[in-house]
């Protein structure tokens, strides 16, 4: 069976400040994908990243930073400097290779306060 | 490129009543989802679609949802009768590769509402 864990549920940052969310998966396929989604408040699920099983390489895309590490079975996402448009509940998924199925966790609920 | 759209945004029903949910995919993409997300908790798919046929519904409750997506291209999700039980937000996803695994586009959703 396939699971994802987000151990916080929500978090309160002061602008500027960086924000760390957890992610760890299990499965016991050799192959499968992890994702990040970010949904604002109007509903909406935004697609931030997708990563493979077999690359480990971390990513940076602006003020947004990926840390995939399988020895821990983790995918953990960073804000740096948050902004106040940060806010929003962010979702770690996990699907692997032949089923689309995603799997969800159970969000983080972002708040930057100004 | 348009994005995936949804009709209604938002629907209030009384519980027994049926209700029925529109999705059009992105242009081009052969598979189709319906999720089912419940307040606080990350979405749960309902149904796929790869073209008119399904792959999996495993998790629809069919005594009462059912889906379908004619010609390949537009789906609808329908409850009948509907319970307290179905207030959640109701996501239509689409995706481009037909099997394997690809990226999962999310329209914004219909927020139902059974008193």
């Known amino acids: 069976a396939q699971k994802v864990t987000q151990a916080q549920t929500e978090i309160s940052v002061v602008e500027k400040e960086d924000v760390t969310l957890d992610c760890v998966y299990e499965t016991r396929d050799t192959t499968y994908y992890l994702f990040w989604y970010k949904q604002p408040p109007s509903g909406e699920l935004v697609f931030l990243i997708r990563?493979?099983?077999?690359?480990?390489q971390n990513e940076i895309s602006g003020r947004y930073s990926w840390n995939f590490q399988k020895s821990t079975s983790s995918f953990n996402f960073t804000i740096t400097a948050s902004q106040v448009v940060d806010s929003a509940v962010y979702f770690c998924?996990?699907?692997?290779?032949?089923?689309?199925?995603?799997?969800f966790g159970k969000g983080n609920q972002v708040v930057v306060i100004p | 490129e348009a994005g995936v759209a949804q009709s209604p945004r938002y629907k209030i029903i009384e519980k027994r009543q049926s209700v029925a949910f529109w999705c059009n995919p992105i242009s081009g993409h052969a598979t189709l989802y319906w999720y089912q997300q419940i307040l606080g908790q990350g979405p749960k798919l309902l149904i796929q679609?790869?073209?008119?046929?399904?792959?999996?519904d495993s998790q629809l409750p069919k005594d009462r949802f059912s889906a379908e997506r004619l010609k390949g291209v537009d789906s609808t999700l329908k409850i009948q009768p509907a319970k307290l039980e179905d207030s959640a937000v109701y996501l239509c996803a689409s995706s481009l590769i037909q099997g394997g695994t690809d990226t999962q586009y999310f329209g914004p959703g219909t927020r139902l509402t059974v008193l």
């Open positions: 998924a996990l699907s692997f290779y032949g089923n689309n199925r995603l799997a």
């Open positions: 679609f790869q073209n008119n046929g399904v792959v999996d």
């Open positions: 990563r493979n099983s077999f690359d480990e």
